[in-house]
């Protein structure tokens, strides 16, 4: 009932920057009433997926310590987008990012609230 259009991984060299975008949108004529949630997770191969950073409606960020003072996450209520910029990449930010959002959707009268996830976009960080 609700697509996540990722966009903006790639290859880059370690120090280097990246904008990762991630645009929500309502389906079989589900309309978003809310996003409670959304943000980033990441899995490298061999390890578990693990949380990047997510933002609430009210503008409330979480994000891991890892990527503290590198990653910034900011969210565009009026678009149901959130961007990540990526800043200070290093060989082990390497992985499949994958967006996340908490999602309230309307369609015949009926409120759905459930959590969705995106295909996932490669970052690749290595000289």
């Known amino acids: 009932q609700v697509q996540l259009v990722e966009s903006g991984g790639g290859l880059v060299q370690p120090g280097g920057s990246l904008r990762l975008s991630c645009a929500a949108s309502?389906?079989?004529?589900?309309?978003?009433?809310?996003?409670?949630?959304m943000g980033w997770y990441r899995q490298a191969p061999g390890k578990q997926r693990e949380l990047v950073a997510t933002?609430?409606?009210?503008?409330?960020?979480n994000a891991a310590d890892s990527v503290k003072g590198r990653f910034t996450l900011s969210r565009d209520n009026a678009k149901n987008t959130v961007y990540l910029e990526m800043n200070s990449l290093k060989p082990e930010d390497t992985a499949l990012y994958y967006c996340?959002?908490?999602?309230?959707?309307?369609?015949?009268?009926?409120?759905?609230?459930?959590?969705?996830w995106g295909q996932g976009t490669q970052v690749t960080v290595s000289s």
């Open positions: 933002i609430t409606d009210s503008g409330m960020t």
């Open positions: 996340n959002a908490d999602v309230e959707t309307f369609l015949h009268m009926t409120f759905m609230k459930d959590i969705y």
């Open positions: 309502g389906t079989d004529g589900r309309s978003i009433t809310n996003i409670y949630a």
